[in-house]
């Protein structure tokens, strides 16, 4: 079954920086649109940031520039690099994989890393 795996998740200071890993498994990673959401305290889910199996990079207006998504298919996982830290990413940080399956595309999700940004 598919399985996406996060960590990397924790707690830094403004400013500081963490790189966060989803691990896949049970489909085929390097064809799979990847992608980062994530969900503040009280808030819905956002969008963040998007890579697709050729490798185009998307990003949310409020993290370019200091947020880079990457993927290693050779290790089925995806990275997202986070820098120049605000307390306003603190959030719950999920993975997502889109995966095409004939006509039908199916979305699948980590269980979330914490990541908190607070003086």
């Known amino acids: 079954q598919v399985q996406l795996v996060e960590s990397g998740g924790g707690s830094v200071q403004p400013g500081g920086s963490l790189r966060l890993s989803c691990v896949a498994s049970g489909f085929t990673f390097s064809t799979a649109q990847m992608s980062w959401v994530r969900q503040a305290p009280g808030k819905g889910l956002e969008w963040v940031s998007t890579i697709d199996s050729g490798g185009s990079t998307y990003y949310i207006g409020s993290v370019k520039g200091r947020f880079t998504i990457s993927r290693d298919n050779a290790k089925n996982t995806v990275y997202l690099q986070m820098n120049s830290l605000k307390s306003e990413d603190t959030a719950v940080y999920y993975c997502?994989?889109?995966?095409?399956?004939?006509?039908?595309?199916?979305?699948?999700w980590g269980q979330g890393t914490q990541v908190t940004v607070s003086s």
């Open positions: 997502r994989s889109s995966v095409v399956q004939g006509t039908h595309v199916y979305y699948y």
